[in-house]
């Protein structure tokens, strides 16, 4: 599976969007982008995936360059409770393992 | 949405003793889960994978006689931590998935320290 390239950390001030990038420069054509988050000692939660098209759903969008070799995660409007690190990972489809990289921590500030 | 309980979410025991860990997806059939790992300040690192039915597959370096995997039912997988010792203290996290085009979705977690 390919890797990934995320900043380390990120702010954002509480009611903006987050954007947080994620490189994959090396995706193949069959790689899907996984995003999940891990709050403070709880598990990952799942966020959001894509192959080629952006996607949408309650909690974020994902939004795929045409090349595939980058993406970004929106949320919309965070919140304090964003505060978590978030993951991009990709994978093969019906591929078992998901590698969790290092991740951004990202930081919502009131 | 799909929800995966682990129980307990957190265990204390002595050296020497073998501690049990439950994952069970609650709303779905779970084909395969996946045990991980988690040390302090560090990211995930999955452990083994298990099917249902099958033995579990274990990544490179994690001793399969040291950490059993049972995956008997579609909604039931456990982890037994046997003759557990304090480097063996970690966050144990599971997940599970339907079929293989859906995500996976993780439980909450078991913070295990050994004494």
């Known amino acids: 599976d390919a890797k990934t390239t995320q900043p380390t950390s990120m702010d954002c001030a509480e009611g903006r969007a987050a954007n947080l990038p994620c490189n994959h420069s090396?995706?193949?054509?069959?790689?899907?982008v996984y995003w999940y988050r891990q709050i403070h000692s709880q598990g990952p939660q799942y966020i959001i995936h894509?192959?080629?098209n952006n996607e949408t759903n309650e909690m974020a969008s994902l939004i795929i360059t045409e090349d595939r070799k980058s993406s970004t995660l929106i949320l919309p409007h965070a919140t304090l409770r964003d505060t978590a690190v978030y993951y991009c990972i990709v994978r093969v489809a019906g591929g078992n393992k998901l590698v969790f990289g290092a991740g951004t921590i990202l930081r919502v500030k009131s | 949405g799909a929800v995966v309980s682990q129980h307990p979410s957190r265990v204390i025991c002595k050296s020497g003793t073998s501690v049990k860990i439950e994952c069970r997806s609650l709303d779905f059939q779970a084909t395969t889960m996946f045990w991980y790992r988690q040390f302090p300040k560090k990211s995930l690192m999955l452990m083994a994978t298990?099917?249902?039915?099958?033995?579990?597959?274990?990544e490179q370096g994690v001793e399969k006689d040291k950490f059993l995997i049972n995956h008997a039912s579609l909604t039931l997988s456990t982890l037994t931590v046997t003759s557990a010792h304090p480097e063996d203290s970690s966050f144990y996290i599971c997940?599970?998935?339907?079929?293989?085009?859906?995500?996976?979705?993780f439980g909450d977690g078991t913070r295990l320290s050994i004494l």
């Open positions: 997940s599970a998935r339907g079929s293989l085009n859906q995500p996976q979705h």
């Open positions: 298990s099917n249902e039915g099958s033995k579990a597959t274990y």
């Open positions: 894509g192959l080629k």
């Open positions: 090396t995706i193949s054509g069959n790689e899907y």
